[in-house]
């Protein structure tokens, strides 16, 4: 069976595609630009509901926000 863990955060791309500042994500987010900041160190990991609420904000997909590492478990 194949299972996923998150990997790097990959937020700071996104604003980056979406020419919008760490600041302007947050205000949007309703966080403060430290919390984004942990976010974008690794610090921290986003929830599933603040994921898609980014997503929707990013026009992006939530599997977009992360580096997904494959990892197996068991015999597929």
């Known amino acids: 069976m194949r299972q996923y863990q998150l990997g790097d955060c990959l937020l700071l791309e996104r604003l980056e595609e ?4 760490q600041s302007d994500f947050s205000r949007h987010m309703g966080v ?3 919390f984004v900041g942990k976010l974008i160190s ?17 026009k992006c997909r939530v599997t977009d926000l992360y580096v997904l590492k494959v990892v197996r478990k068991g015999q597929e």
């Open 18 to 21: 979406n020419k919008m500042s």
């Open 32 to 34: 403060s630009r430290q």
């Open 42 to 58: 690794g610090e921290r990991n986003m929830s599933l509901e603040f994921a898609l609420n980014a997503a929707h904000l990013l």
